[in-house]
């Protein structure tokens, strides 16, 4: 497979990335299987690139968008890319709020997300009273809190939980001028970005899969609570939920009527622990060794490239080609060079390749202006990253 994409590549000079067509439109027919005619949104996050947000776009089950930025949708909308944008966080993006209120195509495309009243407030404040209708869509926490509530697994997103806050909420919006209450979203990140097979940690996967089964029983009853007393309150155009990890579950549940995915298209290597989805790896990078240091080991210029999230080992990139390869684990991945080891360094020269995954998807793309598509034996298209297009959303 590498040596395909060595042939594909020759003529460029590393440091690159690519992505592999096949791979990646593999991974996506393997998404839309998962979630059993549940339509997905793609997660821009996870990709950051319009003409592979475009692709997945254009195949079935992938009807609309989760940007993770205002300005990005709005962008997003401008460009034609979707008529249907939701907002995966809450904004406090003034200028972006006001660039929403005044175009009514941006308007009709682009759901804000919210969890509190609060957030209501911010938006009059911004857009002063008798603002245009803006869409809602409320977030409900989908943490697991065993122990009576005091144990708290998963992200720390939205502030309600039970049923009756959600309603509350909703109520709130309904009786407020200038929002339109459309949706409801609960993504349960204990569970779809949790690997549940880490290498070489049997009894950590083990307790793992315990939890995230536990909590995937607890919210599949408190989520249809949670949808039927918003319902009590307004109609919903959609109900969110589900990620990667979680589509096969998310689809089981009955409630949602849609999920949001993006990781999996590019099959990044936290996704290598997962038990019920491997994706292929679709997006990768290369880079040129410049130093022997000594003989079992060879250093490549660059390489740092490390993952949001917990700081820890899976949050660095992985060595992917030749086979074999290791990082230090003392010196692991360097902003200006990083070292590799293992047998396969011992036949290593100035001027040849490495190539690594990225633990994460889209945080690929901004490190790199361009990815080049690699279709087969040959780079199909080169294509701008969102960095590449001179755009930079946080």
């Known amino acids: 497979m590498n040596a395909r994409y060595d042939a594909a590549t020759a003529r ?88 929403l209120a005044g175009d009514e195509r941006a308007r009709s495309a682009i759901t804000i997300m919210i969890d509190s009243v609060e957030h209501l407030d911010f938006t009059d404040a911004v857009l002063g009273p008798g603002h245009p209708p803006v869409r809602v869509c409320v977030e ?13 697994v998963g992200p720390r997103r939205s502030p309600m939980f039970e049923p009756a806050e959600a309603a509350a909420l909703a109520a709130a919006v309904v009786a407020r001028r200038g929002f339109d209450l459309v ?76 999920a949001a995915a993006g990781s999996g298209l590019f099959g990044p290597a936290l996704f290598d622990g997962f038990a019920a989805f491997r994706p292929r790896p679709a997006a990768l990078f290369a880079e040129p060794v410049v130093r022997r240091p000594a ?42 060079q990083t070292p590799v080891a293992g047998a396969a360094a011992r036949r290593l020269r100035i001027g040849d390749r490495v190539w690594f995954r990225h633990a994460k998807a889209g945080e690929l793309c901004e490190r790199f202006d361009r990815l080049h598509l690699v279709d087969g034996d040959r780079v199909a298209e080169v294509v701008p990253t969102y960095r590449g297009e001179g755009r930079n959303f946080g």
């Open 12 to 99: 460029l000079d590393p440091p690159f990335a690519i992505v592999d067509l096949e791979a990646f439109d593999a991974n996506a027919a393997e998404l839309v299987r998962r979630a059993s005619g549940l339509p997905i949104r793609v997660a821009t996050k996870s990709v950051r690139c319009r003409a592979l947000i475009g692709r997945a776009l254009a195949r079935p089950g992938f009807p609309s968008l989760m940007a993770y930025s205002l300005a990005e949708a709005l962008w997003l909308v401008g460009a034609d890319v979707s008529a249907d944008v939701l907002i995966g966080y809450p904004t406090a993006d003034r200028a972006a709020l006001r660039a």
């Open 140 to 152: 409900v926490d989908a943490s697991w809190r065993p122990l009576r509530g005091r144990m708290h």
């Open 295 to 336: 003989a079992g080991i060879a250093t490549v210029f660059s390489g740092g490239y490390v993952a949001s999230g917990q700081p820890g080992r899976d949050r660095l990139p992985v060595p992917h080609h030749p086979p074999g390869l290791r990082l230090l684990p003392v010196e692991g991945a360097g902003e200006v």
């Open 183 to 258: 949706g409801l979203m609960a993504y349960e990140g204990q569970i779809a970005g949790v690997g549940d097979a880490p290498a070489g940690h049997p009894v950590r996967g083990a307790a793992v899969r315990w939890m995230q089964a536990r909590s995937a029983a607890e919210l599949a009853g408190r989520r249809a609570r949670v949808v039927a007393a918003v319902r009590d309150v307004t109609d919903l155009r959609f109900v969110n939920g589900g990620g990667t990890g979680s589509l096969e579950r998310t689809a089981a549940e009955g409630v949602c009527t849609e």
